[in-house]
Structures are given as C-alpha cells and as structure tokens.
T-cell receptor, first 116, second 114 residues
Framework: AQKVTQAQTEISVVEKEDVTLDCVYE???????LFWYKQPPSGELVFLIR??????QNEISGRYSWNFQKSTSSFNFTITASQVVDSAVYFC?????????????FGRGTSLIVHP | DGGITQSPKYLFRKEGQNVTLSCEQN?????MYWYRQDPGQGLRLIYY???????QKGDIAEGYSVSREKKESFPLTVTSAQKNPTAFYLC?????????????FGSGTQLSVL
C-alpha cells in the first residue's frame, strides 16, 4: 500500500519569506515517481515536477526547488522569496513506476497563504 | 488548445436526484480519472478508465457510476445513493506517451445539495 503524508495543513508567510512544504511517503515499490501539483483558487491542479525514485538529484526551477531524499522517504518543496501569487494548495503524489494499476496516491495537501 | 473541459462549473442536486458531470478531453489520452476533493481530505479516487469501454472502481466508488463509450469522454453520474455528494469534483487524464504519470486536470465542478 502507498501513503503520502503532508503534515502541514496550512502555512502562512509574509511575502519574500522562504517556505518549505514537507512530503513524506511510504511504498513497497522499488521504482516509483513522485510529483508536486499546485492548485490555485481557480481549482485546476497544475503539474509542477516529477521525480524518478532512482534519481536523487535535487532540482531547481526559478524560485522553486525540490529536495528528494530516499533515505528518509521525503520529497520536500521549497519556495524562495515567496510571492502572493504562490498562494495555493500544494499536493504531493506518488505513483508506482511498474506493475500495479499505475494509480497515483495524493497527500491531503498543504494550503500556503502568502501575505503581502 | 488541448485540454480537459469539465462542465458545469457549479451544479446543484435535489434530494433523490441523479446528476451527471461532464468531462471531455482532446489530448488523445487513453487514461481518465475522477477525483473527489473535500476540504482537508486531499484527492480521493472515485473511478478510473485506462481504455475505452473499460473502467475500474477507485477508493470511494459507492454512489457513483461512469461510462467510457468514447476515448475523449468520461462522464460521472452522482446517484441518489450517494448521501453526501457535496464536494469539488476533478477529472484528469494521462498518457504513457508523454511524461509518464503526469496528470492533466480539468477546472472542476462544485456540486452542492439543495
């Protein structure tokens, strides 16, 4: 069975602060994919990143960075110099890379509020 | 532009009524999914379909039904058996030919009970 835990229900920061969203997962699969999605107030989830389980390189994209640590089963997401437009609900997800039904499991989401 | 279209954006259901949520995609994706979102609950899978004329129950299928007669369409019916239907419903699709596992989402339908 797969499980994704996003322990932070809501985070509130002031603009320009750095913020890290935590994601911890459980899986018996040896190969899998991890994802982050952003859900702005409009409701549509937007894909941010996919990480393969065999690739532990951290990734940076502009103000966004992701820290994947297989040893601690974590895939944390950091926003540097947060902006009001970053306010959204962020979801972490996990999916097997082989076998099974290829159905992703989502965490409960973290609501990020960035105040001006 | 390719994408997923969900309609209507808002829907109201009376007691004992069945309602159908529409989901159409022009991405030529084989797999389609329906998720239910409740505040603080994350996304829970209702039904999914990997191919036309085939679909599987997800974690919370009771009180819901689907059909997949065409590749581009995956409507969800919320039946009167679903006693707590108020939620935000999201449709998604994916294709193994693109970034594997990436889901494309519609803009959702908010269903409320009158």
């Amino acid at each position: 069975a797969q499980k994704v835990t996003q322990a932070q229900t809501e985070i509130s920061v002031v603009e320009k602060e750095d913020v890290t969203l935590d994601c911890v997962y459980e899986t018996r699969d040896t190969t899998y994919y991890l994802f982050w999605y952003k859900q702005p107030p409009s409701g549509e989830l937007v894909f941010l990143i996919r990480r393969n389980s065999f690739d532990e390189q951290n990734e940076i994209s502009g103000r966004y960075s992701w820290n994947f640590q297989k040893s601690t089963s974590s895939f944390n997401f950091t926003i540097t110099a947060s902006q009001v437009v970053d306010s959204a609900v962020y979801f972490c997800a996990l999916r097997p890379a082989s076998g099974g039904s290829y159905i992703p499991t989502f965490g409960r989401g973290t609501s990020l509020i960035v105040h001006p | 532009d390719g994408g997923i279209t969900q309609s209507p954006k808002y829907l109201f259901r009376k007691e004992g009524q069945n309602v159908t949520l529409s989901c159409e995609q022009n991405l030529n994706h084989d797999a389609m999914y329906w998720y239910r979102q409740d505040p603080g609950q994350g996304l829970r899978l209702i039904y999914y379909s990997q191919i036309v004329n085939d679909f599987q129950k997800g974690d919370i299928a009771e009180g819901y039904s689907v059909s997949r007669e065409k590749k581009e369409s995956f409507p969800l019916t919320v039946t009167s058996a679903q006693k707590n239907p108020t939620a935000f419903y999201l449709c998604a699709s994916s294709s193994p030919g693109q970034l594997v596992g990436k889901l494309f989402f519609g803009s959702g339908t908010q269903l409320s009970v009158l």
